[in-house]
């Protein structure tokens, strides 16, 4: 699967997964932008041509030169993503040197366990801030390019203790899974346009995930079949406001579903007999699957509607 001619951007790409979708769409033929955050500030704007930012990251600059020597189009931005205006800028400027951007994968992250008593203001808007904000600037700022060019593919990054939760994981969690209602709607708007939205809920070994592996297991999850998955997601072939999870050589999908409804005849239902039908409704087979909200609200004024004598079209 070849990326020639596809313009792709990257963030969180000076390390780990972000360094690793970024050389594998090089490899594949894509003109690559990679973006991350600032480590530290130096007095002087760095020379190079293919920068325009006054900070560094040498992680990043690893990923650049990766590149380079590949032979691969490529161009660094050092900045946060939780900067609307640097991130309009940017997105300003690769548009004025490529002209299009037909991929973007939002991997920017931040991770850290914390009793949700001991979460702080900052930490908790910091999570925000960069997990779901960073997104949606990113996101909003390639849309209209995307749309006037009539194709686009974006992936968010989502994580497992985001769709399952976890220990500790109250920010990271409720972040992760905003960005899952931003796929399943921006995917609706997207698809006239032949824009196409999708998360990944990745794992793999990374400095950032290596402390909650257990050494034994981590040869397991390599980074071969996210880097698969992800060239899937953001190519020609990608499906459209999909949630896919991958992990030591497993792929699979994920949607939220909905047990069977019980329906309770008007004034019938009370807490009391929710309580007492609790295991009846908990798990009441077989499952719905709903398009969108919009779906969901015709399923219940359908049931309604048959009590009521309202005859629904």
């Keep these: 699967m070849r990326f020639d001619k596809k313009v792709a951007l990257i963030t969180g790409a000076g390390s780990g997964l972000g360094r690793a979708y970024a050389i594998m769409l090089a490899e594949r033929g894509a003109k690559v932008v990679l973006i991350d955050q600032p480590i530290a500030r130096c007095a002087e704007l760095i020379s190079d041509a293919h920068s325009a930012t006054h900070s560094t990251n040498d992680n990043l600059m690893q990923t650049f030169d990766s590149i380079h020597k590949l032979g691969g189009d490529c161009l660094y931005f050092v900045l946060d993503v939780s900067d609307k205006a640097a991130v309009d800028r940017m997105v300003d400027e690769v548009a004025k040197n490529w002209q299009r951007i037909d991929i973007l994968i939002n991997n920017a992250g931040v991770y850290g366990a914390c009793a949700f008593e001991r979460i702080t203001t900052e930490q908790w808007q910091r999570q925000l801030d960069v997990d779901l904000n960073g997104s949606f600037y990113l996101t909003q700022a390639v849309w209209p390019l995307m749309k006037l060019q009539d194709y686009g593919r974006i992936m968010m990054t989502t994580g497992a203790s985001g769709l399952f939760g976890d220990l500790h994981q109250v920010g990271f969690s409720a972040a992760k899974m905003a960005l899952v209602g931003m796929v399943n709607s921006l995917s609706i708007e997207g698809a006239l346009h032949n824009i196409r939205v999708n998360s990944l809920c990745p794992q793999a070994v990374t400095a950032m995930t290596e402390k909650h592996l257990a050494p034994a297991i981590q040869p397991l999850f390599s980074l071969d079949t996210l880097t698969a998955t992800t060239a899937f997601l953001v190519s020609e072939h990608a499906p459209n406001g999909q949630h896919i999870l991958a992990g030591a050589g497993s792929v699979s999908h994920g ?22 039908c609790w295991h009846q409704l908990y798990q009441a087979f077989p499952v719905s699957l709903h398009a969108s909200g919009e779906d969901k609200v015709l399923s219940w004024s359908k049931l309604s509607a048959l009590e009521h004598d309202i005859k629904i079209d």
């Design 255 to 276: 949607m939220f579903v909905e047990f069977l409804p019980t329906y309770f005849c008007e004034g019938l239902c009370t807490p009391y007999k929710l309580a007492q």
